[in-house]
């Protein structure tokens, strides 16, 4: 079974940081890109960033571009995104997500529950 499980998120003021990680388990963890997605109240799913299973390649959203850095560690079933100088608008819920193949093509086929951004201004 496919788990990907997101901790991290919280409570900061705006121009802070936070560093979120998604823990992965049952698959092939390098086989696969992880990206982030987020959803803030009334709005719709936006892609944040994702990562290609080897990450020889990233994606970010022009929102977020400079500010925040995706990552993985194959090693340890772990992606991470380190976000920094947080705005008010970062504020969502961020989920964790698998791809169905290595790069950052074509949609998610896999969730986590995802963990809450809150950024205070």
């Known amino acids: 079974e496919v788990q990907l499980m997101e901790s991290g998120g919280g409570l900061v003021q705006a121009g802070g940081s936070l560093r979120l990680s998604c823990a992965a388990s049952?698959?092939?963890?390098?086989?696969?890109?992880i990206g982030w997605v987020r959803q803030a109240p009334g709005k719709e799913r936006e892609e944040v960033s994702c990562?290609?299973?080897?990450?020889?390649?990233?994606y970010y959203a022009d929102s977020v571009k400079g500010r925040f850095t995706i990552s993985r560690d194959n090693a340890k079933n772990t992606v991470y995104l380190q976000m920094n100088s947080l705005k008010s608008e970062d504020t969502a819920v961020y989920y964790c997500?698998?791809?169905?193949?290595?790069?950052?093509?074509?949609?998610?086929?896999?969730w986590g529950q995802g963990t809450q951004v809150t950024v205070s201004s």
């Open positions: 990562i290609s299973s080897s990450a020889g390649s990233t």
């Open positions: 997500a698998r791809k169905n193949r290595r790069n950052c093509l074509d949609g998610y086929t896999d």
């Open positions: 049952g698959f092939t963890f390098d086989d696969y890109a």
